[in-house]
């Protein structure tokens, strides 16, 4: 079983948690709907990644809906203190499956206490607001209303950390000064590399970033390059474009997500690759795309 007590740490939420976490979204059904396929699979993945080390799990009450949080508190419950559970408001699902926006303060309310009843918390350390101008990337537009509305809900006790999903730089600033922010989860990867500049401003800030879909999500990075970086390494492709994410910058924490106690663990050993200025420079030269919806 792969131990992460000596691999790097981060602030978040004024804690400082291991830089590897885990990302609770593929525990549901396909698409992220609906229950698991096997649900003791799902429960033996959340206490080995808690067994490792993992003291930073993402979740969101519209995984399933309801099925992920179900499932972690089945699992965990009661809580380690160290552990640090981040979850998301701002979406809802609709009878098939799809995304919708839920950004009204009423219905990001009802979100929180949602994850609250689900999780079994009396109050949830980090919130995001997952912004919803557009679902595939960040679009500009005004997020005062609903960042005001989850600031209430923090000085009532509720949420004691905000941070922001799927938001641009102007957003960012713009919350802050309703409340501090602690964290920031958007579309980066590998091959998909739009916030270098946000990642490095927030660092300087110590806000933690945190990339979501960082192998590529629905549509997982493919790179020969990468293959045979890996294969040098003796390493899969994942492990790597892992492992440099976490050179990319100290304040990036890492959420990748997975059904399987055998990819939990390759995915955990990506904390302990060292990669030289060769391979570094190598992965640093690849660019690309990739898309999907978190």
């Not at 030269?285 to 919806?293: D, I, K, M, N, S």
């Amino acid at each position: 079983m792969p131990n992460l007590s000596n691999t790097d740490t981060f602030a978040l939420a004024g804690r400082s948690v291991h830089r590897m976490g885990y990302g609770a979204m593929q525990l549901a059904g396909p698409g992220v709907f609906g229950p698991p396929k096997d649900r003791a699979a799902a429960l033996a993945v959340l206490r080995e990644a808690v067994e490792s080390g993992v003291d930073h799990i993402d979740t969101s009450d519209f995984y399933g809906p309801h099925v992920t949080n179900q499932l972690i508190r089945e699992a965990l419950h009661p809580y380690s203190r160290d552990l640090t559970l981040v979850t998301k408001v701002g979406a809802v699902r609709d009878s098939a499956g799809g995304w919708l926006a839920a950004q009204e303060p009423a219905d990001l309310e009802r979100a929180v206490h949602d994850n609250l009843r689900n999780l079994g918390l009396d109050a949830l350390e980090v919130v995001n607001l997952r912004a919803m101008g557009n679902v595939h990337a960040p679009s500009e537009g005004s997020i005062e209303r609903q960042v005001s509305a989850l600031a209430q809900l923090q000085q009532r006790g509720l949420v004691h950390h905000i941070g922001l999903s799927n938001v641009t730089a102007a957003q960012i600033e713009q919350a802050q000064r309703i409340t501090p922010i602690v964290c920031v989860q958007n579309h980066y990867n590998l091959v998909h590399r739009d916030d270098d500049a946000l990642i490095a401003a927030l660092g300087a800030q110590g806000i933690a970033y945190v990339p979501f879909f960082p192998l590529g999500g629905f549509t997982p990075i493919q790179s020969s390059t990468l293959s045979e970086l890996a294969r040098q390494l003796d390493a899969t492709p994942m492990q790597l474009a892992l492992a440099w994410l976490l050179h990319r910058a100290p304040n990036i924490l890492l959420i990748p997500g997975t059904s399987s106690v055998g990819h939990l663990r390759e995915n955990l050993q990506a904390a302990q690759l060292k990669l030289s200025d060769a391979t570094l420079a190598a992965l640093n030269a690849l660019g690309g795309g990739a898309g999907g919806v978190h």
